[in-house]
């Protein structure tokens, strides 16, 4: 693990980790830790390394991603900061889409924000993974859309199968910027 990196995980091990009680997960079940990472994501320097970290795994993804994009709320600061960081580098250009809970109820009723041209290569990011329900639904209506999926990339991996099982069903390349083994206090 880099020096960046690090910095990261132990601002989230600081920030986003929380191990104070029993908490109620998207999935329903109950967990004695939980990573609230949008700490992280509304921190300028957090932020920074994060979206470092999200372009570091686009290049190791055969093919580079001409998008990114993911469920919201636990995509929409990533996909901001990595387009960002993409620009500010001098990278390749990267898009963003954002997949809506619900279908706009005004205006274009879309799904998706910012809809990309069909074939768009996309890699799907989320904030945390365990199940992979949410990520599942990012994917599933990408694809419906006429993206083809790049890879799928989250920030913390609870080490749980969703990601396993991602990439299992979708048959691309799966990736985590951590994973919960990397936290001493709950590995």
Same mark, same amino acid.
């Given at each position: 693990m880099n020096a960046e990196r690090e910095e990261l995980r132990s601002m989230m091990d600081g920030l986003c980790l929380d191990t104070g009680s029993s908490f109620t997960l998207t999935t329903g079940k109950q967990s004695s830790f939980y990573f609230d990472c949008k700490k992280a994501m509304l921190n300028g320097r957090a932020l920074s390394l994060i979206a470092d970290a999200f $372009?570091?795994? +686009?290049?190791? $993804?055969?093919?580079?991603? +001409?998008? #990114?994009? =993911?469920?919201?709320? =636990?995509?929409?600061? #990533? @996909? +901001?900061? @990595? *387009?960002?960081?993409?620009?500010? !580098?001098?990278?390749?250009? #990267? $898009?963003?889409?954002?997949?809506?809970?619900?279908?706009?109820?005004?205006g274009t009723r879309s799904r998706i924000e910012?809809?990309?041209?069909?074939?768009?290569? *996309?890699? &799907? @990011?989320?904030? @945390? *993974?365990?199940?992979g329900s949410s990520t599942d639904t990012a994917c599933r209506e990408? #694809?419906? !859309? =006429?993206?083809?999926?790049?890879?799928?990339?989250?920030? &913390?991996?609870?080490?749980? =199968?969703?990601?396993?099982a991602l990439e299992q069903r979708y048959g691309c390349p799966t990736r985590a910027v951590f994973r919960k083994s990397d936290f001493p206090r709950i590995a």
């Open positions: $372009l570091e795994e +686009a290049e190791t $993804l055969p093919l580079f991603p +001409a998008a #990114i994009g =993911g469920l919201t709320m =636990g995509a929409d600061f #990533i @996909v +901001a900061a @990595v *387009i960002q960081r993409a620009f500010e !580098s001098g990278r390749p250009m #990267i $898009l963003g889409s954002v997949v809506r809970k619900e279908p706009k109820k005004h910012n809809e990309l041209a069909k074939g768009t290569r *996309i890699m &799907v @990011v989320d904030d @945390v *993974i365990t199940s990408f #694809i419906d !859309s =006429g993206y083809r999926l790049a890879g799928i990339v989250a920030l &913390v991996d609870r080490q749980a =199968g969703g990601l396993e």
